[in-house]
């Protein structure tokens, strides 16, 4: 009985009970251990060159030793005996790492969890992160469930499946890493860059030893909006026992801490306390960075006016933006004061703007000067590039609002302050656990309580399109109430384009109530814009049966054919692309009070049609052209709206509209009154008969509603417009935006650390010419849309040990010309709209690499190009059969 205790006693003391681990205290296990990283893309079959990866393969020989227990907590010593790296893609190139011989880490176990990790205090990350990945290989559960669990990846969600009594399967994904600093990404799906890593481990154990293990770890990196650019890591790792010994010492102690004690005495260094995640290596820019100030002198060609967008605008604006964020205040200061930047400064302020750190915006805020008409052109460019700012921080927010409060409501930047202030403040409240912090409440209530202090029109207006911008859901009962009550075209227009964020969730049936009655002029006479708008509201909130039966039925009239010409097509044009929509619209062609000819059968110019601008198997652009004309033939409204589109997302890209009102009267027709459907219910009229000549322009880039632009008003602005019209293409709106911005670092199950950066470029440039003729009565006019588009990403090791890792990039450049033609010679007014794009190329380009110092380095490049052919967009028959009487009455 005696010998029983003592052997139950001698277990106790030697080993530990984990769920799955068994490790006698004092034997020392051997193990070899085998781990690679390689790089490559998802598509690689495009390259003989691109089969192979780029990366390295380490081999070592490892001595784990239990070397104290208590309780449940046991002890662990690691100490890599040897250390070679191999080339992953060369024959005959590897290299003795004996940086991961010198010193030994230490890790307790408790029960199945590794609870510190205790590094040797010379040892450089490298060296300490692949031996906690080593480590974190004994943090083991032995029955199948699943668990959060930190590991060398971060905190993490575990599952594990028992397969039969020696062998489990761990599978490991969503990790979050622990250190978050220098992280941040677009809340916008459609812009942002989907990373995602997966870990599975197949355990073989015998007697609660680890006879082996094989993970496989693989980290993707791939930009949402175009799939084909994009990076893959693949990370393996095989832990082989291969004998043990008792020839370790057990250390004496009584507690955990206390035997790290004698450890440090043995081993004659300090050890420090550490978590089990990997830790990330502290960089500074060597002597091949190059200051800002320098770049900045290297690069002024390709950021001066004339270059924007183009391919070297692009690729020069990112350049600085890295450069500036890794510069001080006062290097970035410098820079805006250079002789050098004399011409540049515009660009200058976008690269600050999209730079998005402390350093960058006290410097803008020190260039900039809010209280002078003479700097109007530097704040109104600041305001642009700041309302697209992809991971604004709170100081951006808490400066506008003061800049806010302490500009009159009559200066000339206050709206783009306001506009642009909204945006970001959109931008900041994708984050939900940010909606709450005070910078956020104190702009909400500005907003909704200085509409109500405005004393004119332009004020209301300024505050309607700025609560467009930041799309609360508090405005609508506000937002609706102007679009019902207010007594003009425009107030009631912009009140429920104001609407067009906030998703179909926050829609409640008395806001639809309320669209439904300005559709229908149940209250008063609308413009048939507004009741338009009306209608697209309601197309997004979702539409029943019902609802759009009656709205079809309203086609009936004939009297104002023009809109009842567009509401249809609006309505056709709309279910070709919403599924439920179109579902609905099938039901109710089934009934023949819907099918048939007075409804059905319009003959109005007017028109709604959405067709393809690229269609690829990852996005789809479209275009949406509509043209809203009198009765008597004078285009009222046009515009074309661009969306992105992705297997679960859509992203509006570009909204312009142009509108005019009262020109009827300059081409010799009445001006058309539209009249009220029940004059009964009509309290007032909406606006005087006689409206005066109004022309102008509003665009919306990336769902950002900017400044309107007014081209003439009144018969004297016309007159004015007409003279001083640009008979060659002048720059109306130029910009260079980062539309992808990803930085993150994926912690991989070996210990090291993969830094993974994206950022996309947008440079923009919106140019237009306009020619008419008083005379001949007729006007000639061309918008051109021009861009350059680069996106680059890099998927790298974070480490100066060994350096591998692929970059990845897009680019191209293009233009869609809209071409306007319009002779009002004589009735009907004829009018040909064309639009049109060259062709273009778009080159990825690829590029693979390993350095390791002793060896050569190695580097692989591919390139796959894409044509895009030159196009004729459709736009509608009406307007075909226009084009060709136009032409061939000038023949």
């Known amino acids: 009985m005696a010998r029983g205790v003592k052997v139950l006693v001698l277990l106790t003391i030697t080993y530990v009970l984990s769920d799955a681990l068994l490790y006698e205290n004092g034997r020392s296990y051997r193990y070899n251990y085998e781990t690679s990283v390689f790089f490559n893309d998802l598509d690689n079959k495009g390259s003989k060159y691109s089969q192979k990866g780029t990366g390295f ?88 469930g699943k668990r959060t669990e930190v590991d060398v990846s971060g905190e993490c969600s575990a599952v594990y499946k028992k397969l039969s009594s020696n062998s489990i399967l761990k599978t490991k994904e969503d990790c979050n890493n622990i250190e978050i600093a220098g992280q941040f990404s677009s809340s916008n799906e459609a812009l942002e860059v989907s990373v995602n890593s997966t870990t599975t481990f197949s355990y073989d154990l015998s007697k609660g030893i680890i006879n082996k293990v094989s993970s496989l770890n693989t980290a993707v990196s791939i930009v949402n909006i175009r799939k084909s650019i994009n990076g893959a890591a693949t990370s393996s790792q095989i832990f082989t026992l291969k004998d043990s010994s008792s020839t ?33 290596e502290i960089w500074q820019c060597g002597p091949k960075c190059q200051p800002a100030t320098s770049l900045a002198v290297s690069l002024k060609d390709d950021l001066v006016n004339d270059k924007m967008a183009s391919l070297s605008s692009a690729k020069a604006f990112l350049k600085m933006v890295k450069s500036f964020r890794n510069s001080g205040k006062n290097t970035i200061a410098e820079v805006f004061s250079s002789p050098e930047s004399y011409y540049i400064i515009p660009q200058l302020i976008d690269i600050a703007a999209a730079t998005q750190t402390g350093p960058a915006h006290q410097a803008l805020m020190e260039l900039l000067n809010f209280d002078d008409d003479s700097g109007l052109a530097y704040v109104e460019r600041y305001f642009l590039a700041a309302a697209y700012v992809t991971h604004p921080d709170e100081f ?11 500009i009159p409501i009559d200066s000339p930047i206050k709206e783009p302050l306001l506009l642009s202030m909204s945006a970001v403040l959109y931008t900041y409240c994708q984050i939900p656990q940010q909606r709450e912090h005070q910078v956020i409440k104190d702009i909400k209530s500005m907003l909704l309580n200085n509409i109500t202090n405005c004393k004119d029109e332009g004020c209301e207006l300024m505050f309607l399109r700025a609560l467009g911008n930041a799309a609360l859901p508090e405005s609508m009962v506000l937002l609706l109430k102007y679009a019902e009550e207010s007594k003009t075209t425009m107030m009631s227009f912009t009140a429920i384009n104001s609407l067009r964020r906030l998703s179909q969730s926050y829609y409640t049936a008395e806001h639809r109530r309320s669209l439904i009655r300005i559709f229908y002029q149940n209250i008063r006479a609308y413009d048939s814009s507004v009741r338009v708008a009306a209608l697209n509201a309601l197309l997004r909130a979702g539409i029943s049966l019902e609802e ?73 652009g479209t275009y949406t052209l509509s043209f809203e004309t009198t009765n008597g033939g004078i285009m009222k409204r046009s515009g074309m709206v661009v969306n992105l589109m992705g297997e679960n997302w859509k992203q509006p890209f570009m909204h312009f509209d142009i509108y005019a009102e009262g020109l009827e009267s300059l081409v010799g027709s009445e001006a058309e009154v539209e009249e009220p459907v029940d004059e009964e219910v009509v309290e007032e009229p909406v606006e005087e008969n006689v409206i005066e000549p109004t022309a102008g322009m509003s665009l919306t880039l990336l769902d950002v509603l900017l400044k309107q632009i007014e081209f003439f008003r009144g018969t004297t602005g016309l007159m004015s417009a007409a003279w001083n019209a640009p008979s060659e293409l002048t720059s109306a709106f130029q910009v260079n935006l980062l539309l992808q911005d990803h930085s993150e670092r994926v912690h991989l199950s070996n210990g090291m650390i993969v830094d993974i950066q994206v950022q996309g470029v947008a440079s923009l440039d919106l140019s237009g010419l306009v020619s008419i003729s008083l005379w001949s009565r007729n006007s000639h006019s061309v918008i051109k849309n021009s861009g350059g588009l680069y996106l680059e990403g890099t998927m790298k090791l974070d480490s100066s040990v060994i350096k591998a890792g692929i970059t990845f990039t897009g680019e191209g450049e293009s233009v869609i010309d809209f071409v306007t033609d319009a002779d009002f010679y004589e009735m009907p007014l004829k009018l040909c709209l064309q639009m049109e794009r060259p062709e273009f190329i778009f080159r990825q380009k690829i590029k693979r690499y390993e350095k390791l110092k002793g060896l050569k380095k190695y580097m692989v ?27 061939q009455d000038q023949e």
């Open 396 to 406: 951006i927010l808490k400066d506008m609002l003061k800049i806010s409060t302490q």
């Open 548 to 620: 759009l039966k009656e709205i079809l039925q309203t086609c009936k009239n004939q009297e104002e054919f023009e809109i009842s010409t567009y509401i249809l097509k609006r309505i056709f044009d709309e279910a070709e692309m919403n599924m439920n929509l179109k579902k609905t619209l099938e039901l109710l062609l089934r009934e023949a009070n819907v099918n048939n000819y007075n409804i059905l059968s319009q003959n109005g110019k007017s028109g709604a049609l959405t067709s393809y601008l690229a269609n690829t198997q990852e996005t789809n």
């Open 861 to 887: 490049n591919y390139q796959r190009n894409v044509t895009i052919p030159s196009q004729s967009f459709l736009l509608n028959k009406a307007n075909s059969l226009q084009c060709i009487k136009m032409f």
């Open 57 to 144: 393969h380490l081999q070592m020989d490892v001595d784990v030793s239990p070397v104290f227990q208590l309780d449940d907590s046991q002890l662990f010593r690691v100490k890599i005996t040897s250390a070679k790296v191999t080339s992953a893609s060369r024959v005959n190139q590897e290299k003795i790492l004996g940086s991961l011989l010198k010193y030994p880490l230490y890790f307790e176990l408790n029960k199945d969890t590794v609870n510190s990790v205790y590094l040797t205090e010379p040892d450089c990350i490298f060296c300490t992160n692949i031996k906690k990945g080593i480590a974190a290989l004994f943090q083991l559960q032995e029955e199948s």
């Open 248 to 280: 370790f010492n057990i250390i004496q102690a009584n507690s955990i801490q206390e035997a790290v004690g004698v450890a440090e005495k043995e081993i004659g260094k300090s050890l420090i306390l550490s978590l089990l995640p990997s830790g990330s």
